[in-house]
């Protein structure tokens, strides 16, 4: 019912978008290792940067697994330095510049903001809600209020102002007042975009492992506090991306919100999105994979609806142990090249290239999803861990199974919260 009430009460503040909005709007979707990224190292190697996604994937799982037996726990664990992507908006009135995570794992977008009773280095100024004119509190009786779990609210009375507590499974937090605030974002197809009256948490203690080039979070996820959830009357529900590899290094991905052209492209598949708590997460259902023409089902022992989340800021893809297992070596049937050893111990099978020119023959995967077959191809699945060896890039998983973003790269990823649908559609993501 909470949920219902908060989109309601936001159709009214979604007349004032600017009618770029309602066409769809499309920012810069800022992978960490970019050089346009504040996080950019020149002196890692692309070998280094992968294994601290691997690492940074891995950190992200682990706090998921951690207390799986709850499912309402979940959304506290998610790491929140382990996002992969970020964007650019501005906050208040005047506008104050945010570089932020954007995460399809959160819920509830927050800033640093003044002043703070404890808060990480940040580079960028602080968001100062005193200094804005269009900065409100939301007051304990609010349904935006009533969204967060009552283990994440509480009140503070003598103000009547909402406060929030998320604790991250790496032992970072963020406390602060829930608040509405204007958040204008820079849209690369036209003029920038106003956003009035956007609920948000404005944090005031923050600690732990965050990094001081980011400001906070942009939660992309599904509950009903996410920021794609609460403009979804404006955007007709949608939004999309487009993942460039990684590889690219002088074009940025993109992220859209609203209708993308982009999602109409020949070779669309779509499978619906699959109800599960928490609702912040985007479950799919995986049926099998295939290695070139040999198909592998999924175990009917674990097979169940909705056994995979798509997750944009986790690198790797984690597969359930048993299928894992099959596509494993199916793949060493497949390759037809001498075996290798990952130095580092973390992934397998691995496969030497002979001499310079000696690319691998590696096949393409398809992932069966219900109603939608997606093709990946080897800059997908597979990774160059040394000069002349390359391994496969997906772990197995007991329990959690993601489809990461290293699989989602070249492919328009279009989520329709209306229909309850994600759609995939192959595409030169540096074009779009």
Same mark, same amino acid.
């Given at each position: 019912m909470a949920s219902a009430c908060i989109l309601c009460s936001l159709l009214f503040s979604a007349l004032f978008l600017r009618e770029a909005a309602a066409a769809g709007f499309t920012v810069d979707f800022i992978h960490? /290792?970019?050089?346009?990224?504040?996080?950019y190292n020149p002196l890692e190697t692309q070998f280094d940067r992968f294994y601290n996604a691997y690492h940074r994937s891995i950190s992200r799982v682990n706090r998921l697994r951690s207390k799986s037996s709850s499912s309402k726990a979940l959304q506290s664990h998610i790491i929140p330095s382990g996002g992969e992507y970020f964007m650019n908006f501005s906050i208040g009135t005047p506008p104050v510049e945010v570089f932020a995570i954007a995460d399809t794992g959160s819920d509830l977008t927050w800033?640093?903001?003044?002043?703070?009773?404890?808060?990480?280095?940040?580079?960028?100024?602080? =968001?100062?809600?005193?200094?804005?004119?269009?900065?409100?509190?939301?007051?304990?009786?609010?349904?935006?209020?009533?969204?967060?779990? %009552?283990? $994440?609210?509480?009140?503070?009375?003598k103000q009547d102002y909402c406060k929030y507590t998320y604790h991250y499974g /790496?032992? %970072?937090?963020?406390? @602060?007042?829930?608040?509405?605030?204007?958040?204008?974002? !820079? %849209?690369?197809? @036209?003029?920038?975009? %106003?956003?009035? $009256?956007?609920? =948000? !948490?404005? @944090?005031h203690n923050n600690g732990g492992t965050f990094d001081g080039a980011g400001s906070g979070i942009v939660g992309l996820g599904g509950g009903p506090l996410s920021f794609v959830s609460q403009i979804s009357a404006t955007i007709g529900g949608e939004f999309s991306y487009c993942l460039v590899p990684t590889s690219t290094s002088k074009v940025t991905s993109k992220i859209t919100f609203g209708n993308s052209d982009g999602i109409s492209s020949a070779g669309i598949a779509t499978t619906p999105l699959i109800e599960k708590e928490p609702s912040t997460y985007y479950y799919v259902t995986l049926e099998a994979i295939s290695v070139g023409d040999k198909r592998l089902p999924y175990a009917t022992s674990s097979m169940e609806h909705g056994n995979m989340i798509v997750d944009s800021g986790t690198t790797l893809t984690l597969l359930d142990s048993e299928l894992y297992d099959k596509l494993e070596s199916a793949l060493e049937e497949a390759i037809k090249a001498e075996r290798g050893s990952d130095p580092r111990g973390f992934l397998s099978p691995c496969f030497k290239e002979a001499g310079k020119d000696g690319a691998l023959n590696l096949p393409v995967l398809t992932f069966h999803f219900t109603s939608a077959d997606v093709q990946l191809q080897p800059y997908n699945t597979f990774a160059k861990v040394e000069d002349d060896l390359v391994c496969f890039a997906m772990v197995p998983s007991n329990d959690i199974a993601i489809f990461g973003n290293l699989a989602q790269m070249d492919i328009m990823v279009g989520y329709d919260l209306a229909k309850r649908t994600l759609s995939f559609a192959p595409t030169d993501c540096t074009k779009h």
């Open positions: 960490r /290792d970019s050089p346009l990224s504040p996080l800033v640093q903001c003044k002043p703070c009773d404890q808060c990480y280095d940040q580079k960028s100024p602080l =968001f100062d809600p005193k200094q804005s004119s269009t900065y409100k509190n939301v007051p304990c009786g609010a349904d935006s209020c009533h969204a967060l779990d %009552s283990s $994440e609210r509480s009140c503070d009375r /790496d032992q %970072s937090y963020t406390k @602060g007042n829930v608040a509405t605030e204007h958040l204008t974002i !820079g %849209s690369t197809n @036209g003029s920038p975009v %106003s956003l009035p $009256e956007i609920i =948000f !948490g404005c @944090g």
